[in-house]
């Protein structure tokens, strides 16, 4: 057992990325080849590891620790638990996916996949960092690689998506440097797990702890993202090669919902409980505002960029909701949205790729072309909007019923019924997109528009086949998660 | 006592000068100059690595200190020396004249800031000052043409003033304990009442004029005018030389005379830790917003150095805040020039190799230079990463440590608007990369740079990954030197 398992998922991509940027001489075809065989055995391992994860420990699992800078006692230090292991899982699926899904990219491809891998290498080292310094570390190179991908392979105002996008995470970063600095010396550690078990009155206090909980939520809630400060997701989702943003959306706005749950709810209980109702607000607000707007969007991207922040106001409030039942279902929220929202990501690449066309307003008819993409497509968004058998209704329903039986925020039950009203407008807005690209009259100058190719088919197969299995037997996951959830219970006196 | 013994890495570079410039006389094949010049640095280095096993030994009645505070600047000061010895090699090849005595006067001036992070007594601090600065007025105006005659002039003239000013707080200082030895003044101030400073406001005058004169070396706002102009005007491995030598300099020399002789009493300490956090958050700011709108590279890496300055000045404050036997200011200090002279270094170098064949230091130029030059624009674009403060890159580590000794010492408004000016900086050295990779090319033609430019710009990107990665080992010789100080 001293094999490393998770070093080696994390810089597997990385190792890929070094080589195909490196190795003079490299073909189109044998850049491609190398980056899929550098995602799918990252792949493999972290299914293997959720094999043999032990489901009755609520311990950190997989741990590896090593003295990494003496001078202010930072640690090399992994570990996942039932919190992070399905995120594991899903960054690892959707990194080998993405690779498949850019199998057509011929712009510097080389420069492209070297990205792409050192993106899934930061966002999996976020996900298995236990150590304050290591986890700010990934989560700012991951910037880097989003910066390149969205400004060269985007489309449209793409240089100012990508410089918004990066502008706005830094912010966001700043704050939270601040927020683990404090930490660090309010506890004289960089640790999460003795952070969050031995208290926060370990040596001294720089400021209130409350502030430094707030400097930590500012950074997470940018990447959530929370409103009011979602204004970049839009613009970089839309302009984003199909790709990076189904790692966006897929991925990487976790590591906000992962981020508040690890830090601000396990090592700030008493301060979440007093702020919960105030966050729980804004999780509404975020629901119903995204639904809103997302009504209103004629660009095919846009609009599921917009129904990203909808869903990721169920995440919100699942976690604040401060319940066992609502914290299990928030994580496997961010699960079932990783899976359900790349998938839709995909099928509209794929739906701009072959009918070379993204304005709502100008598709229809396109069944008859396209009637795989169209079935596909539908698949994703009723998981999207919630319909039982796919993991959306799992994970939606977990979160309601866990928010309306929570007993930690006063009149949370009036609020989790204003999240359920997002659900009918998101009905909506699915329905409708749905309707207005895919039904009505069949267009004439889409008639010589493919339908998706057998590359294609196998990988939104993988997509559904995940979807409906967490949708019919949600005990696959929830089963690893309730373990993560049961120790930060634990702090939360419940 | 006379320990000559203690002296022999200066002795050796100040041999090595003389024999360049002799050389030069003799030898037709220039290719050599440079050569000799290295040998003579990796010697030198030699001799002062073996003597860091030694403790603290003083010389010449207590001028010199030899502690590892002062061994870590001699070996930081001559690992600067070398790579910007390298990536001169191409520079200097087409001057027709006076390659010798640029060499020599590199030479020079890395052996006055030597002496400058070992000199303990005031005169000497000054002396050493000059030989520095005197050798760096050349260098600037090495190019002879109008741009570098003007940026010369200007060095020179405000270097004078500011070494007037700087003598004016030294006399000042003196006349008020009346010692000019650092750690004698710390006991003539420890000395007097706390009425006695207050009834004497020339020593606090003194030590304001001391910040002025010092400021200048390390480009702090308000006494950076002289930065744009000279970065500009000089040749570009000299801009890179002032950059990180010339300012780690200052730093070493500010932090020795402040730390030994103005350390004590705390009230003191604080009273100049609060005057650095200041000028730390107006510089920073500064720097970083006239930064935004510089269209010449050399100009907009001279704002980002003042603004780095400003950085550098909250580890200063944190010195000042923090009691006297705490390391983590000074050791965050360390570590932040070590990692700023490689990131600096790394980035004048690709600029150097970049504008050798562009002909042009205008960042609109850089256009495409990820076509162009590759692996150049990757380098660069990790020194400009590291610049921001970014990981996987030395700069991310220098900071994170910086910030960490001033959170613990009440600091935390200096810190919050230090990462925010991390995130406007971000933007102008994006500029840059987004110019280099997402920009059209102006010609297809390949950027080709020489072997010794390949091998400074290799050994600076290697140093900023080591750092940025595995920095446990720098940070505990940072804390070593920062432990030692003879005074």
């Excluded at chain 2, 300012?247 to 004590?264: C, D, E, P, Q």
């Excluded at chain 2, 995130?423 to 102008?428: C, K, L, T």
Aim: with cysteine.
């Amino acid at each position: 057992l001293d094999f490393n398992y998770l070093t080696t998922i994390i810089f597997l991509p990385a190792v890929g990325a070094i080589l195909i940027a490196f190795i003079p001489g490299l073909s189109e075809k044998l850049v491609k080849r190398l980056a899929a065989v550098f995602t799918f055995v990252p792949l493999a391992l972290s299914i293997y590891l959720f094999t043999i994860f032990d489901r009755s420990a609520s311990a950190i699992q997989f741990e590896e620790k090593f003295s990494w800078i003496p001078a202010i006692n930072a640690h090399y230090h992994l570990g996942v638990d039932g919190l992070s292991l399905p995120l594991v899982i899903l960054m690892t699926f959707l990194g080998f996916l993405v690779v498949l899904i850019s199998w057509k990219i011929d712009l510097r491809p080389r420069e492209y996949f070297a990205w792409l891998l050192l993106l899934e290498t930061s966002i999996l080292g976020v996900f298995c960092s236990l150590d304050l310094l290591l986890f700010f570390l990934f989560w700012e190179i991951e910037v880097i690689p989003m910066y390149f991908l969205i400004s060269i392979w985007g489309t449209g105002r793409r240089e100012y998506s990508a410089i918004k996008y990066v502008v706005y995470t830094l912010f966001g970063s700043a704050m939270m440097l601040a927020g683990i600095l404090s930490l660090y010396f309010t506890t004289g550690s960089l640790s999460m797990v003795d952070i969050a078990q031995g208290g926060l009155a370990m040596v001294q206090s720089v400021m209130p702890v409350t502030a430094i909980f707030f400097l930590l939520l500012v950074g997470f809630a940018v990447k959530l993202p929370v409103f009011p400060l979602h204004t970049w997701l839009p613009d970089a989702h839309t302009d984003a090669p199909t790709a990076v943003s189904v790692v966006l959306a897929g991925a990487l706005l976790k590591m906000g919902g992962y981020g508040m749950i690890r830090l601000c709810v396990s090592i700030f209980p008493t301060v979440a409980q007093q702020y919960a109702p105030l966050l729980v607000a804004f999780a509404v607000v975020s629901v119903l505002y995204g639904a809103a707007v997302t009504l209103r969007q004629t660009d095919l991207k846009r609009l599921i960029a917009y129904s990203s922040i909808s869903h990721m106001g169920y995440v919100l409030l699942g976690i604040f909701a401060l319940g066992r039942v609502s914290l299990t279902g928030a994580t496997l929220q961010m699960f079932s949205h990783g899976v359900i929202t790349g998938l839709l990501f995909a099928m509209a690449g794929l739906v701009m790729h072959n009918a070379e066309e993204r304005n709502l307003g100008k598709l229809g008819g396109l069944v008859r072309q396209m009637p795989i993409i169209a079935v596909i497509f539908s698949v994703a968004g009723l998981g999207a909007l919630g319909l039982p058998t796919t993991s959306g209704f799992a994970a939606e329903f977990l979160v309601f019923v866990g928010s309306f039986s929570s007993t930690a925020v006063a009149g949370i039950q009036v609020y989790t019924i204003l999240g359920v009203l997002g659900i009918v407008i998101t009905a909506g807005y699915i329905l409708w997109m749905l309707q207005r690209v895919f039904y009505g009259p069949a267009l004439k100058q889409f008639d010589k528009a493919k339908d998706a190719d057998i590359l294609e088919r196998g990988y939104i197969f993988a997509f559904v086949a995940v979807i409906m299995l967490v949708g019919i037997y949600p005990a696959i996951l929830t089963d690893v998660i309730k373990m993560g959830v049961m120790p930060v219970m634990g702090l939360l006196g419940g | 006592m006379l320990n000559f013994e203690l002296l022999i890495p200066e002795l050796t570079l100040a041999g090595v000068a003389i024999i360049v410039v002799l050389l030069d006389l003799v030898v037709p094949r220039k290719g050599f100059l440079p050569v000799v010049s290295i040998a003579g640095v990796v010697v030198a280095a030699g001799f002062t690595i073996a003597m860091w096993g030694g403790g603290s030994q003083a010389l010449f009645n207590n001028m010199l200190a030899v502690d590892k505070f002062a061994l870590f600047f001699k070996l930081l000061f001559l690992a600067i020396a070398a790579l910007v010895i390298l990536s001169s090699v191409d520079y200097v090849s087409k001057f027709a004249r006076f390659q010798g005595e640029y060499y020599a006067l590199v030479l020079l001036s890395a052996l006055g800031m030597m002496l400058m992070a070992a000199t303990a007594e005031l005169i000497s601090i000054y002396i050493a000052l000059e030989l520095t600065s005197i050798s760096l007025y050349v260098l600037v105006g090495f190019l002879k043409d109008p741009k570098s005659t003007e940026a010369s002039l200007k060095y020179l003239l405000l270097g004078a003033v500011a070494s007037a000013v700087l003598l004016f707080g030294m006399a000042l200082v003196f006349g008020f304990t009346g010692q000019t030895q650092l750690g004698e003044i710390a006991g003539a101030i420890q000395g007097m009442s706390l009425a006695g400073v207050l009834d004497s406001p020339g020593l606090i005058l003194g030590m304001v004029l001391m910040v002025a004169g010092f400021g200048f070396k390390i480009a702090a706002i308000p006494f950076h005018m002289w930065v744009p102009d000279v970065y500009e005007g000089a040749p570009t491995p000299i801009t890179a030389y002032l950059s990180v030598a010339s300012k780690a300099a200052g730093f070493a020399i500010i932090l020795r005379v402040f730390y030994s002789a103005f350390g004590l009493p705390s009230w003191l300490s604080l009273d100049w830790g609060l005057v650095f956090a200041v000028l730390a958050a107006i510089g920073m700011t500064l720097g970083n917003v006239i930064a935004i709108p510089q269209t010449n590279i050399k100009r907009m890496l001279g704002y980002s150095s003042i603004a780095q300055a400003g950085y550098l000045m909250v580890g200063l404050a944190v010195v000042g805040f923090s009691p006297a036997a705490e390391v983590v200011g000074r050791s965050s200090l360390l570590f932040f020039l070590a990692s700023y002279a490689l990131t600096n270094l790394g980035a004048f170098t690709a600029i150097i190799a970049i504008s050798n064949k562009v002909g042009s230091d205008l960042i609109q130029d850089y256009s495409g230079m990820g076509k162009r030059a590759p692996l150049l624009a990757l380098a660069l674009t990790l020194c400009l990463i590291s610049l921001i403060g970014m990981p996987p890159a030395a700069g991310f580590m220098a900071k994170f440590y910086i910030f960490s000794g001033a959170v613990q010492h009440d600091l935390l408004w200096l810190v919050i608007i230090a990462v925010i000016n991390s995130v406007i900086s971000a933007y102008y050295y994006l500029r840059v990369v987004k110019v280099m990779w997402l920009g059209k090319p102006a010609s297809e033609e390949k950027v080709p740079s020489s072997g010794a430019l390949r091998l400074a710009l290799s050994l600076s990107c290697l140093g900023v990954l080591l750092l940025g990665v595995i920095p446990g080992y720098i940070m505990k010789l940072a804390e070593m030197a920062a432990k030692m100080f003879a005074f």
